[in-house]
Nanobody
Framework: QVQLVESGGGLVQAGGSLRLSCAAS????????MGWFRQPPGKDREFVAA????????NYADSVKGRFTISRDNAKLTVYLEMNSLKFEDTAVYYC??????????????WGQGTQVTVSS
C-alpha cells in the first residue's frame, strides 16, 4: 500500500504563493495517476488537480486553472502543487490522493492526511 504524506501548507496573504508536496512510499507510485483535492471550511471536498502516471497529462478545476500547477517526480516519489495568486477562497485542507481511472473523472483510492492552507484577505 502507498502511504501519502503532505507538507507545505501554511498561512499566506492573498496574492501570495505556496508549494505543497506529497511524499509517497511504495514501489507502485509511478503506476498511478495522482491528484489534489481540498475541503474548504464547512464545505464538501472538491477536486483541484490531477496528473497522469507519466506526468504528461494534467487536469484542473476551473477555479484554479492558470494559477495552480501540478507536477510529479517519480524518481523522488513526490507530487507537487504550486499555487500562485492565492485567493481567500482557496483556504482549505488540501489532500494528496492516489487515483485510479482517468484524470478527467478520477476515482480516489487513497487519501493523505491533509495539510491546511489559509489565505488571509
Amino acid at each position: 500500500q502507498v502511504q501519502l504524506v503532505e507538507s507545505g501548507g501554511g498561512l499566506v496573504q492573498a496574492g501570495g504563493s505556496l508549494r505543497l508536496s506529497c511524499a509517497a512510499s511504495g514501489r507502485t507510485f509511478s503506476n498511478y495517476a495522482m491528484g489534489w483535492f481540498r475541503q474548504p471550511p464547512g464545505k464538501d471536498r472538491e477536486f483541484v488537480a490531477a496528473i497522469s502516471w507519466s506526468g504528461g497529462n494534467t487536469n484542473y478545476a476551473d477555479s484554479v486553472k492558470g494559477r495552480f500547477t501540478i507536477s510529479r517526480d517519480n524518481a523522488k516519489l513526490t507530487v507537487y502543487l504550486e499555487m500562485n495568486s492565492l485567493k481567500f477562497e482557496d483556504t482549505a485542507v488540501y489532500y494528496c490522493t492516489l487515483i485510479l481511472g482517468t484524470i478527467v473523472e478520477p476515482t480516489v483510492v487513497q487519501w493523505g492526511q491533509g495539510t491546511q492552507v489559509t489565505v488571509s484577505s
